[in-house]
């Protein structure tokens, strides 16, 4: 199934998708695609935000861009990495039984079907900016993505 279609999936299901996702089999590859693809929305996510800033502040956009890019593309998958670590360990001491790909692919899959809210919440922080309506937008966003983390957590890592 395509991307866009398993994005729209998941917001009617999200543990059939996960389940789906973890029975093509374990593929390294499949996950950094997954984590990159999510950066690298997160970073176009953040473009209307800066060149808001960039034009209040009379700063230089160039230089805003070259900051977001570095954190979005090149340290926030290493962090990722590391969460998704770290719920993994969480995990098997609450009893689950998953692999650490299990509990990355569940992170990675949660944030990338989240980029449409993520998507948006940028568009209001560059064309409103801060406010209720960017609270509102950002507060969707992660409850949107944690109920998919979570969901998807509970799928990789169930007791079998």
């Not at 997954?34 to 230089?63: K, Y």
Request: with cysteine.
């Amino acid at each position: 199934m395509p991307v866009t279609a398993d994005i729209v999936a998941t917001y009617r299901g999200p543990r059939r998708v996960m389940r789906r996702l973890l029975d093509m089999g374990q593929r390294e590859d499949r996950a950094l695609a997954l984590v990159m693809a999510f950066c690298v929305i997160a970073f176009v996510a953040q473009m209307p935000a800066l060149a808001r800033r960039a034009h209040l502040e009379q700063l230089e956009l160039d230089m805003l861009m070259g900051g977001a890019l570095l954190g979005s593309v090149i340290i926030l998958p290493l962090v990722l990495y590391t969460l998704a670590l770290l719920s993994h360990w969480v995990a098997r001491v609450l009893g689950g039984r998953g692999t650490a790909y299990a509990a990355r692919l569940a992170l990675f899959w949660s944030l990338l079907a989240s980029t449409p809210l993520l998507l948006l919440n940028g568009l209001v922080a560059g064309f409103i900016g801060p406010g209720p309506a960017l609270s509102i937008v950002g507060l969707l966003w992660m409850v949107v993505f944690l109920w998919f983390w979570l969901s998807n957590l509970y799928q990789a890592e169930r007791p079998e």
